[in-house]
């Protein structure tokens, strides 16, 4: 790359925030300061800091609250690390909790049948992974392949006695299902793929049960990556069929110096009485960093 290019091209870097409100379900989230942002935006001379730290996912447990994310170096791939808090005052970092020989994203962490489960991007593997933490968050180990294939951004969801897998592939939003997590192979779904209708072909976060709905997160890629979040409600939802709609569009406001060029993750906990959120944002990195920069940003 020349110098020109670099100092032309504009980079861009992932940071993410941590919320707490007393709403059950907050509507907006500019309404209240974030209790932490994790940004990305440094000077990196010597490329010690992450220029991503994004999709981040909460879980809490023993009365700590656990932010897992991706973390990306320049000229590196990307990893999974985690902080924790027990007051949402003070943040301990945990350092790298998943390191594979090729990239990693999106933790997705779920709770079933006593044990907690972790379904990371893995597309450069040609796999959905599944692993299981063996002492939390650090001991973690892979315990089987879900699917075959180049997916990204798993979710699972578990509805009826049934589990979903829903991941993106070039065909859209496709959709699996199976009887067993442990055991049952994930077919393809009848009404697989959903959609390839780039406003809701991408999750954006794991699904949340608002009152008696639920609702899918979806990424809104139709002005570009990582733009923006739009809600999809899904009305209907067996082995056999699956019927879905528009419940929210343009979540973000992206008001925030740290996320006004995108936003396109949010998760859910209740934690200590308060209804946290972890949403990620992108913005334009320092200048000078142009120069330092090594593919790729996203």
């Known amino acids: 790359m020349s110098l020109l290019t670099r100092l032309f091209t504009p980079n861009f870097v992932w940071s993410f925030a941590v919320y707490a409100t007393g709403q059950p379900f907050p509507p907006d989230l500019t309404i209240e300061q974030p209790i932490k942002v994790f940004n990305s935006k440094r000077l990196r001379f010597f490329r010690r800091q992450p220029h991503t730290q994004a999709d981040p996912f909460l879980l809490v ?3 700590t609250l656990f932010v897992f994310y991706e973390q990306m170096y320049p000229g ?4 999974i690390a985690c902080s924790k808090t027990v007051d949402l005052k003070s943040f301990e970092d945990c350092g790298v909790i998943l390191s594979e020989d090729h990239h990693l994203s999106w933790p997705f962490v779920l709770r079933a049948d ?3 489960y972790m379904v990371p991007e893995s597309r450069q593997a040609g ?12 001991a973690i180990s892979e315990i089987r392949t879900l699917r075959e294939g180049k997916y990204v951004d798993p979710v699972l969801l578990r509805h009826q006695d049934h589990w979903y897998l829903f991941a993106t592939s070039e065909k859209g939003l496709e959709l699996f299902v199976s009887d067993n997590l442990l055991t049952g192979k994930f077919e393809p779904h009848p009404k697989s793929p959903i959609t390839a209708d780039l406003r809701f072909s991408r999750s954006g976060g794991p699904p949340i049960q608002n009152g008696d ?6 990424q809104d890629c139709s002005r570009g990556y990582g733009d923006n979040i ?6 209907t939802l067996t082995p056999n069929d699956y019927e879905e709609r528009p ?12 996320n006004r060029d995108g936003a396109h993750h949010l998760s859910l906990a209740s934690f200590r009485g308060f209804s946290v959120v972890a949403v990620d944002g992108r913005q334009r990195d320092h200048w000078v960093n142009r120069l330092l920069r090594r593919p790729a940003f996203r």
């Open 213 to 218: 709905i639920l609702i899918r997160v979806a």
């Open 247 to 258: 419940f929210q569009m343009s979540y973000f406001k992206k008001q925030n110096s740290w």
């Open 127 to 138: 796999r959905v992974k599944l692993y299981r933490f063996d002492n939390l968050p650090n």
């Open 61 to 63: 447990d023993n009365e």
């Open 230 to 235: 739009n809600f999809v409600e899904i009305a």
């Open 114 to 116: 006593g044990e907690i």
């Open 76 to 79: 590196s791939i990307g990893r």
